[in-house]
């Protein structure tokens, strides 16, 4: 049974810091990307981050870029997104995904950006919230 489970949210002041866990198992992890979205309330959701597990090659969005790093574990099967410098437009749902094509989502997040990733990711996990006081 596929299972991503993200953990580490929580409620932060703005300036402050939070790290995102997600631990997976089930699926070849090492031949997956795994990549991090986020849904605010009445937003679409927004690809923040991803990372390809074969060559740890690691792609932004731009409003996260300088503030987010994202990294893997693979001895460990956990994907992390440490978020610093967190300002009150941060607040959302944080999702982990993990998706198999991974040529596709490196050439979609290199080319295109990391916003337009949407349906390349197979498997998702239940979200964490993440918010941010002002």
């Known amino acids: 049974e596929v299972q991503l489970v993200e953990s580490g949210g929580g409620l932060v002041q703005a300036g402050g810091s939070l790290r995102l866990s997600c631990a997976a198992s089930g699926f070849a992890f090492d031949d997956y990307a795994i990549g991090w979205f986020r849904q605010a309330p009445g937003k679409e959701r927004e690809g923040v981050s991803c990372?390809?597990?074969?060559?740890?090659?690691?792609y932004y969005a731009d409003s996260v870029k300088g503030r987010f790093t994202i990294s893997s574990d693979n001895a460990k099967n956990t994907v992390y997104l440490q978020m610093n410098s967190l300002k009150p437009e941060d607040t959302a749902v944080y999702y982990c995904?993990?998706?198999?094509?991974?040529?596709?989502?490196?050439?979609?997040?290199?080319?295109?950006?990391?916003?337009?990733?949407?349906?390349?990711?197979?498997?998702w996990g239940q979200g964490s919230q993440v918010t941010v006081s002002s």
């Open positions: 995904a993990a998706g198999p094509d991974i040529f596709t989502v490196g050439t979609i997040a290199q080319h295109l950006g990391v916003a337009a990733l949407r349906d390349e990711f197979e498997y």
């Open positions: 990372i390809t597990n074969n060559d740890g090659s690691t």
